[in-house]
């Protein structure tokens, strides 16, 4: 059986909102309000869901960019929010990330060769300058850009050089596990192909495990091996890629699928379209937190919220119900009919 790299459980984190001359905390935004998830080594695990749902603090949480409120983040066997000081930054060293903005991502007054070896430097990866210079030609030529570029400024290249930059410093500290966060929602179509092509290349040439969080439904389909939805801070459905795109069984699955686009005019599929607005993760409404959009709500789910639990192996739903959803016709089969 494949390793389990990372395990996360019961991952929580609420902001506090304070107010009134005293700063008196006056309730708390629950960004991620309790999410499980499991990640094995060599794959993607795809988290989507809308703007606000809590995936980008998510990853946040596990590299400890924000420290988490409660919960585990386990990593290896190791407990990644235990850990401090020197046993902390040896660990940190195995974790990388690529941002969403290239644009704020790096630091304008510092060279790319300054980003490449600064971190090499930190973590102890390398013993000289002149191994440290080695190393960055190395990452720079692998992401598709030449030696030239290492002694440039940001502000010297497209969005898409920027990103592959990016994608070269996360490796300066040869890590194994890397977090996604949007890295081509800022880009054109035709640069996010040449990104996600350099992202799988890379995932096979260094055996790297990847959490790609998105909102882009296409391109986690592309991309992940497993995905993981979620809503207002928790999630609803985690099942391999083409459980959630061709049998899902969570409303709100469901409805993320049927709003995909369809590259064929001759071909139509039902719409399912949710009533009202995402609530506020300042108010979540009691029991299941999707109940005030979902069709299929009853009195039952106020009551109560549901837990994340297996209906087969692999395949986990948080939902009171059962339900017989008849899945939309998946962007890769509509290809092929095409």
């Not at 999630?235 to 969570?250: C, D, L, V």
């Amino acid at each position: 059986m494949t390793q389990t790299v990372l395990e996360i459980r019961g991952l929580k984190k609420w902001f506090p909102i304070t107010g009134g001359v005293l700063g008196r905390v006056r309730g708390y935004v629950r960004a991620v309000d309790g999410v499980d998830l499991e990640i094995k080594e060599g794959e993607t695990f795809g988290l989507v869901g809308e703007s606000g749902s809590g995936k980008t603090t998510v990853g946040r949480c596990i590299l400890r960019l924000i420290e988490p409120t409660a919960g585990e983040i386990i990593y290896r066997g190791q407990e990644v929010t235990r850990l401090k000081g020197e046993a902390f930054r040896r660990l940190r060293r195995r974790f990388g990330i690529v941002f969403q903005d290239p644009y704020a991502s790096l630091d304008p007054r510092q060279t790319i060769r300054g980003a490449l070896t600064e971190p090499m430097k930190y973590h102890k990866i390398v013993e000289s300058d002149d191994e440290a210079l080695e190393k960055a030609k190395e990452l720079i030529k692998r992401v598709g850009l030449n030696e030239d570029h290492l002694y440039r400024f940001p502000h010297e290249f497209s969005g898409g050089q920027r990103q592959r930059i990016a994608v070269a410093r996360a490796l300066t500290t040869d890590p194994d596990f890397i977090i996604l966060d949007e890295p081509t929602s800022f880009l054109d179509v035709s640069v996010q192909a040449q990104i996600l092509n350099l992202l799988s290349d890379l995932q096979k040439e260094f055996n790297l495990t990847y959490l790609f969080i998105s909102h882009n439904l296409s391109v986690i389909e592309h991309m992940s091996n497993r995905v993981g939805v979620m809503y207002l801070g928790a999630m609803m459905e985690a099942a391999e890629k083409e459980i959630i795109y061709r049998r899902p069984e969570h409303p709100y699955t469901h409805a993320l699928i049927s709003a995909l686009p369809i590259p064929n005019p001759a071909l139509t599929r039902e719409r399912v379209v949710l009533a009202g607005d995402i609530p506020s993760p300042v108010n979540i409404p009691s029991g299941c937190r999707f109940r005030t959009r979902c069709p299929y709500a009853t009195d039952y789910c106020k009551e109560k919220e549901p837990s994340l639990l297996a209906r087969q192996p692999g395949h986990l739903v948080s939902c009171h119900y059962e339900l017989k959803l008849s899945a939309p016709i998946p962007i890769a089969e509509i290809s092929r009919k095409a």
